[in-house]
């Protein structure tokens, strides 16, 4: 199956990484350096132009920033047929736009990534288009799983999904930096604080998706009675820290709601 891509920047690496047969792939990249990078790396082919993707691939990504997809679908728009889907990372473009500027007879997927992407530990929120093809949507999973985790979602949902996953490493890191800046308080070399706070977060994550266990007993479990967790959580575990979370998501979605 000819996988192809209208752009070829991170986001677009990232998924073309998790692609086995590299072979099958041709992308459309408009800065020939990048160009020159993805084909050296990944011995991928260069197609000319947008057009070129079009004409060959089965399934193509479009990868581009959002003010450039009117012109992408401008060129590419009388080439696509029912027998190909087009798979959008774009942020802010729903279905119902992405039909307007493409066409109806195509297949589209619309996907949600976010940063992790980039390094194989991304979360991908997969909406299908009604009649788009179930060989595609089970091909587009496949790949997208492979650099990640994926969630197959109502459109409805997608804000909720920028404002959680797509906006959440942003928040992440910001709790990884007062940590940190609290090591660091508390005598630790910045490199060291960075480094504590970071595989702590990270290990966390690891040991609670492959365990699946509920947050509230681990966390009870870590917080022995009388020991350090506990006297820290006294700090932390206020009503005021969860509506300051909730609080942010809420601001994020509704922008996302706004973008849309």
């Known amino acids: 199956m000819k996988i192809g891509f209208f752009g070829g920047g991170n986001m677009a690496e990232g998924i073309l990484s998790a692609i086995a047969n590299k072979k099958d792939v041709v992308i459309a990249e408009k800065n020939p350096d990048r160009a020159k990078v993805l084909s ?137 930096e007062a940590m940190a800046e609290g090591g660091v308080a508390l005598g630790l070399k910045p490199d060291v604080a960075r480094l504590l706070a970071e595989q702590t977060m990270y290990g966390t994550a690891k040991f609670l998706k492959e365990t699946g266990m509920p947050l509230g007993p681990f966390i009870a479990g870590v917080c022995t009675k009388g020991g350090t967790t506990a006297a820290g959580m006294k700090h932390l575990d206020r009503p005021q820290f969860k509506r300051i979370v909730a609080k942010t998501l809420a601001a994020a979605a509704k922008r996302s709601k706004e973008l849309a």
Not at 48 to 62: H, P, Q, Y
Not at 141 to 167: H, M, N, P, W, Y
């Open 40 to 176: 050296k790396k990944y011995g991928v082919a260069i197609a000319g132009d947008v057009k070129e993707v079009a004409a060959k691939a089965e399934i193509v990504f479009l990868a581009v920033r959002p003010q450039d997809v009117d012109s992408v679908a401008v060129e590419v728009k009388p080439l696509l047929s029912s027998k190909q889907t087009l798979v959008s990372i774009v942020a802010g473009k729903t279905i119902a736009k992405l039909r307007a500027a493409f066409g109806t007879k195509v297949g589209m997927i619309r996907v949600m990534p976010n940063l992790a992407l980039r390094v194989g530990a991304g979360m991908c929120a997969i909406c299908p288009a009604p009649r788009t093809s179930k060989a595609h949507l089970a091909a587009v999973q496949a790949i997208l799983g492979g650099a990640g985790a994926t969630a197959l979602l109502k459109e409805r949902d997608f804000d909720a999904v920028t404002a959680l996953s797509g906006s959440g490493p942003a928040y992440f890191a910001y709790m990884e």
